[in-house]
């Protein structure tokens, strides 16, 4: 049996209404492939990098690199998270009735329990750090997977290097690629391995996709905003996702 | 001579006459050392990364590259302040206290980048106070609503890790140690005899800088006392085990990369206690600077530890 670790934000969150591309990725390889899948809603790149080492990690214990491959959704760069421990249950009155455990884990994976935290972040960390920080986890699970012999695939939830928004997340209007308007992140660029990222023309993402190739095919009010709807993420599956898979 | 050797860490790294300084470069290779005054554990692995894949762009073959690694400190944390987003900007660079910021980004007549443009402001540890108030003003921020020791530890293991693989992949041969313990739980209780108060209980950098035998700014007798012969970080309990959060990232640690002292009293020991313990040598930097080492007690470490490993005799 082979094994698939899926990871990334509330687009590649299985617990999601609109059903996502893990489930339905199932749907059509459940025969071949055991699958993990550790994407959570409102999450950044500092859950996804950390639930993927661990869970890789844990597996290689007991399977071949060989059998292992690896699907992460990426999710926007500005997001952060805070572990929630008996320090931090302390400092803020939205953790007070936290219970906390020895340990704790999210979606079985024994990291600590990290949530977000990207309003409060954003008050003593620029965006261009954010950046750095998240670029900084997309590289380390690169570099892990690439040292243990894994073979994986990443994509954005939307364009991730064009101008950030948080009102519209398509790429559509977002101007130049982030190192151009912020020059601390330019060798990061330099050391991230492209050929191992797919992307909806230039650095689009899994939104940017079903707004080209679906009409209407988000939950949100207005047209193009908010979730992709499960065909939306079915077909995405269908045409993209399952090409991956050798 | 082909070969680039690259240090990193604080100011244990990168101060007066630290241990980078004493390499014969003409024997060993030419030294790139950036490492950088109260530089983290985020800031050093950043600083890393860059300079290698600086060297990379320029046409350098990985195989003539070797690091070495002091890494600093688990608690510190540094923020990137720019003229771009931050209203703060121009009153925090141009502030007393410019020393605790920098920026391991450099042109290639090795000028860091402008500080007009963009800095990282070191927090060094909890709660210190910079001579530039509105900067304390914004690390108290940090350390009173974001800060818990467990992060930290996985930052900084998260850190470890990012090198660990990073110069793995590239096939770059590369040392890590620390500047002190950072592992442990650890702590002292004052000798008798001495002017601290006899059982006072101290902690990290307070146990190695000997402050405590004199109670004074500075003496130039500041050796490791013969009385102090009790387990100081020796079976004490790792933080990893404190924190099991972080024990799957000590696990994949490459501890086959990593020099030690360790001896009766200490075990995953760095410069510090190889310093007082081993080299018995008097801690202490003169009147201007006696929390470092000084120069001669770096030229011992270089000459015993660093080039040993330099020339593979280890």
Redesign the interface.
Known sequence: MKHLVTSGCSFSDYENPERTWPLHLQDLIQDEYRFYHLGACAQGEDYISRSVI?KV??LLKDNNSDDIFVIVGWSGLQRRA??V?N??TK??YRFKDWKMG???SMRGV???SWQDFDD??Q???????NI?QSM?HI??TQ??L??RNVDYKFFGFCNLFANLDEENFLTEGRGTRIDK????TS?LF??MDWNKWWFHNEFGGLGDWVNDNIKDGFDGGTGNSGHPLSDSQKLFTKEVVSKWIK | MDKIIITAGCSFTNSDGTWPYHINQEKSGWVHNVGDTGAGNGYISRSIVWEVNNQIKLGKDPKDIEVFIMWSGITRKEFLSTARENPMHKLWVDGPHKNWMGNFIRDEHWNRHPSEDSTWIKSSIPYMTWDNKSVTKFLDLYWKHFYSEEESLINTFESILRIQWYLDNLGIKYTMMCWQNIFNQYSFKVPSGWKRQEGDEIFGHEIWNLAWRDNTHFKTDRFWPENGTGKISKDTPLLKDIYPNATHLWDMIDWDKWWFYEDEQVEYGGLAEWICLKACDPWGNGEHDPGHPSPSSHKKFCEQVILPILENKV
Do not use: A, W
Not at chain 1, 181 to 184: A, C, F, L
């Open positions: 661990c990690n844990e805070i572990l421990n320090e931090t400092m803020h020895p340990s704790e024994p990291i600590g409060e972040y008050k003593i960390q620029s965006e261009e750090h750095i900084e590289i380390r570099d892990f690439r040292v308007k912020y020059p601390n060798y330099d050391i």
